[in-house]
């Protein structure tokens, strides 16, 4: 099945211990990107990668790191996290290198919780 | 800047009634439009898109949409509702050679029995 896939689902942790969402997608999409969604934001922009190797920020980078090692697979770290970076975290990708001019398929999405 | 924005941040209405999801965009080129769908707790799924020709567009589950250039419109339809329609919608523009989508606020939608 093609699918866009994120662990953990749910996460809670404490501020300042690393952690890192892990993304992969089945589809051999050039594309990847993460965002955020928190209420009345909508999804904003974390990172994107068009290629193995290339990553650029998006909207909102900061406090996040990624890498593009392999083309299925763009982890989303966060080395110290704090209480604003609370959110919903979606992952996503596209067949496209360039994500605005293609349909983007989501993960299920990682509801992250830092206390 | 690119923007869009969707002005009905929570929308009710009746089982079998019609709907009507509005999204207005800012975009310097021409754009390329979606409308995502999200269940709760799921990810974004992807309704209907246009790029391009016939500017009524037909999606999954029911749905339309209507491109309208001289508005800078992309508003989402449905004649008649099912309780399973309860969700948050997005409105995203791109376009040819963009970097990334840019999406609404989103509106969730109610229906009531």
């Known amino acids: 099945e093609a699918q866009v896939t994120q662990n953990p689902r749910y996460l809670i942790t404490v501020t300042g211990k690393k952690l890192t969402v892990t993304c992969s997608q089945n589809?051999?999409?050039?594309?990847m990107s993460w965002y955020r969604q928190d209420p009345g934001l909508g999804l904003r922009q974390i990172y994107y990668?068009?290629?193995?190797?290339?990553?650029d920020k998006g909207d909102v980078p900061e406090g996040y790191k990624v890498s593009r090692k392999e083309k299925r697979n763009f982890p989303l770290i966060l080395e110290s996290p704090s209480p604003n970076q609370t959110s919903l975290y979606f992952c996503?990708?596209?067949?496209?290198?360039?994500?605005?001019?293609?349909?983007?398929?989501f993960g299920p999405g990682t509801r992250l919780t830092v206390l | 800047a690119q923007s869009v924005t969707q002005p009905d941040i929570h929308i009710t209405v009746s089982e079998g009634a019609s709907l009507e999801l509005r999204c207005n965009y800012s975009?310097?080129?021409?754009?390329?439009l979606f409308w995502y769908v999200q269940s709760p707790g799921q990810g974004l799924q992807l309704l209907l898109k246009?790029?391009?020709?016939?500017?009524l567009v037909q999606g999954i589950k029911g749905f339309e949409a209507e491109f309208k250039r001289s508005q800078s419109s992309f508003n989402l339809r449905k004649p008649s509702v099912h309780w399973s329609d309860a969700a948050e919608y997005f409105c995203?523009?791109?376009?040819?050679?963009?970097?990334?989508?840019?999406f609404g606020q989103g509106t969730r939608l109610t229906i009531n029995p």
């Open positions: 246009y790029f391009s020709g016939d500017t």
């Open positions: 995203a523009v791109g376009a040819r050679g963009a970097q990334k989508l840019v």
């Open positions: 990668s068009m290629n193995v190797e290339v990553t």
């Open positions: 996503a990708s596209s067949l496209e290198r360039t994500g605005g001019a293609d349909t983007q398929y």
């Open positions: 589809m051999n999409h050039e594309y």
């Open positions: 975009y310097g080129a021409t754009p390329y």
